[in-house]
Nanobody, 124 residues
């Protein structure tokens, strides 16, 4: 079993920055891909970014390219999401997810473990 705990959410003004963290514990050696998703009220959960534990080229949704950066610390079993130039439309609950797949999935159904989510609110 794998446990994921997100932190770092909060309230920020438009144009500001936040860094989300996701700490993994348990059977983390089986994990291959790490992803961030978000879900705004009344909307479906959407892909934000993904990275592999072993490869370096991340994948981003078009809506966050150039503003968000995903990274990981293998020694700490932690993945980060640095969010810059935040916009009100970035407001959502952000979820960390991890997959046993060796590629970088963008569909939520391809992730096996999920955190509880952390709220990000961007005011205009």
């Amino acid at each position: 079993q794998v446990q994921l705990v997100e932190s770092g959410g909060g309230l920020v003004q438009a144009g500001g920055s936040l860094r989300l963290s996701c700490a993994a514990s348990g059977r983390t050696r089986i994990l291959s891909a790490l992803g961030w998703f978000r879900q705004a009220p009344g909307k479906e959960r959407e892909f934000v970014a993904a990275i592999s534990w072993v490869r370096t080229n991340p994948n981003y949704a078009d809506s966050v390219k150039g503003r968000f950066a995903i990274s990981r610390d293998n020694a700490k079993n932690t993945v980060y999401l640095q969010m810059n130039s935040l916009k009100p439309e970035d407001t959502a609950v952000y979820y960390c997810a991890q997959s046993v797949r060796t590629y970088l999935p963008t569909a939520s159904r391809e992730y096996d473990y999920w955190g509880q989510g952390t709220q990000v609110t961007v005011s205009s």
